[in-house]
């Protein structure tokens, strides 16, 4: 009986094995301020993306992929739960996740995998421009799941100032290349230990500040300046997309990795030529402009390369991963907005059976497959209805032709707008209530671990302007004021 005992457990531990080696080491990539139209594979007048092009040929390449918000914050928390933003207490950029919350990293590691984060978080609660994360912070990426990270609070550019792991480290060269060539060491260590890596690499660009290399805008001389350095640090955050592909294929690697790039919302108004197609509006907006993105999917050994017009979101990519990786059903917290795209891989859908959900400062929207509702006051009564299959620019509402359509959507948005209200008071959690200790938002500058850096960062071109401002609030708002007459 021992023995028959024994060879089973062998039998189970051998099957453990072959289905973890079976699992693909998952990569997520996010662009910051990245518009739905600056890709070359779109058509852009100006803009080359070859390295983002070749992985849209290979991958899935989605024509209607949407942000979970439309600004930073909020779409990255979306990522992280497989839940609208709301709901975690990610109100608006800067805002903190509840430390409640179940992450994607956290499911990951508990399933052997080796959790990476590199790159912008903003999650922790800390608005202004990026500045490098103190060890001691309580909603850092290594409270949410990550192992290692080389993270800062928000935007950053050329020769940022990180942190690893709690420890402030300089940098020279443009953000994107920094990044990745730090993530490919990451995944250097864990090829080389055979463990499988999950990877998030969240870009500062091509968000403002911008500030390209002089070769990258070479190519935009009849640009102005702020657009020049926009398209620019593009170019750069594309090269550095072609260095991770390289480095997977030469590693081995690229037939079972997943790697998932979005950016995390729409375009911006100031850049010429324009950053979000023949879509309405930009980054800010619950229309097409503001939430529609980039979004593609490469995995050789689990997906047929296509184009598909399937509805998809960033609030997906923690279910999918949940049915690709096989994570337990309670890795996320209920209820989750998004849903698995894993069947879509294999073959085209016809329908999405759940509708997506947007709430954001007081404003709503919801898209069920080809319709779309808006209410830019959720409080309000006017509600907006556009069919996006013939009319994906948003130019004509139907709310007044189409009445039952328009009123079906809208309540389907005040049930799920409700049922984040509940989400809020924490009432999903096992406590059955939110717990002290989340800190919303608040300027890094007014904490007194960042003003003992002032004199250290006080001519650092990302920090001199905000610091001077901390400084003398006062002189601020006078030269402020002086400016707008």
């Not at 979306?78 to 207490?89: A, C, E, S």
């Not at 069920?368 to 907006?384: P, Q, S, T, Y």
């Not at 009123?407 to 948005?413: H, T």
């Not at 989340?438 to 850096?453: K, L, S, V």
Request: glycine share 10%.
């Amino acid at each position: 009986m021992r023995q028959i005992i024994s060879g089973l457990a062998i039998v189970i531990f051998g099957a453990t094995l072959a289905m973890a080696a079976d699992r693909p080491n998952v990569i997520l990539i996010m662009a910051d301020d990245m518009g739905w139209g600056e890709t070359s594979y779109r058509g852009h007048p100006v803009l080359k993306t070859p390295n983002l092009d070749a992985m849209a040929a290979a991958g899935l390449r989605f024509e209607r992929f949407y942000a979970g918000a439309p600004n930073c914050s909020p779409t990255r928390a979306t990522v992280m739960t497989g839940r609208t933003n709301d709901r975690g207490g990610t109100l608006n950029h800067g805002y903190s996740l509840h430390r409640q919350a179940k992450t994607i990293a956290q499911a990951m590691q508990k399933a052997g995998y080796v959790t990476g984060h590199f790159g912008k978080w903003h999650l922790n609660g800390f608005s202004g421009p990026g500045a490098p994360i103190f060890g001691t912070d309580t909603h850092s990426p290594g409270v949410f799941g990550f192992q290692t990270w080389l993270s800062v609070t928000n935007f950053f550019d050329r020769d940022p100032i990180l942190s690893r792991n709690g420890e402030f480290e300089e940098f020279r060269g443009d953000s994107s290349e920094i990044i990745m060539a730090e993530a490919i060491k990451f995944i250097d260590q864990q090829k080389a230990g055979n463990k499988p890596f999950f990877t998030v690499i969240w870009y500062g660009s091509p968000h403002a500040p911008f500030v390209a290399d002089a070769a990258d805008k070479a190519e935009f001389d009849g640009l102005n300046e702020l657009s020049r350095n926009h398209y620019g640090e593009l170019v750069a955050m594309d090269r550095s997309i072609g260095t991770l592909r390289k480095a997977l294929a030469e590693k081995g690697l690229a037939e079972n990795t997943l790697v998932w790039f979005n950016s995390d919302n729409g375009g911006l108004p100031e850049v010429k030529p324009g950053t979000v197609g023949h879509l309405r509006n930009f980054k800010g907006s619950m229309y097409e402009g503001g939430l529609r993105v980039p979004g593609i999917v490469h995995w050789p050994a689990g997906i047929k390369p296509r184009v598909t017009n399937f509805p998809g979101g960033t609030f997906d990519i923690f279910p999918t991963i949940v049915d690709v990786v096989g994570l337990p059903e309670d890795s996320m917290v209920k209820p989750v907005d998004g849903l698995s795209l894993k069947p879509l891989f294999s073959e085209e859908l016809a329908t999405r059976a759940k509708p997506m959900g947007f709430r954001h400062t007081g404003r709503g929207a919801l898209i069920d497959n080809d319709w779309k509702v808006v209410k830019n006051r959720l409080a309000g009564e006017k509600v907006e209805l556009y069919d996006l299959k013939n009319d994906p620019s948003e130019k004509t509402d139907l709310a007044a032709e189409k009445p039952e359509i328009a009123a079906r959507l809208a309540k389907q948005l005040a049930d799920f707008s409700a049922s984040v209200d509940r989400s809020q008071q924490g009432l999903d959690y096992p406590e059955g209530k939110l717990l002290p200790g989340d800190p919303g938002t608040r300027p890094w500058m007014n904490m007194p671990e960042y003003r003992a850096m002032f004199d250290k960062w006080a001519n650092r071109p990302e920090f001199k302007t905000t610091i001077e401002q901390a400084k003398n609030p006062t002189k601020a708002k006078q030269k402020k004021k002086k400016a707008a007459n």
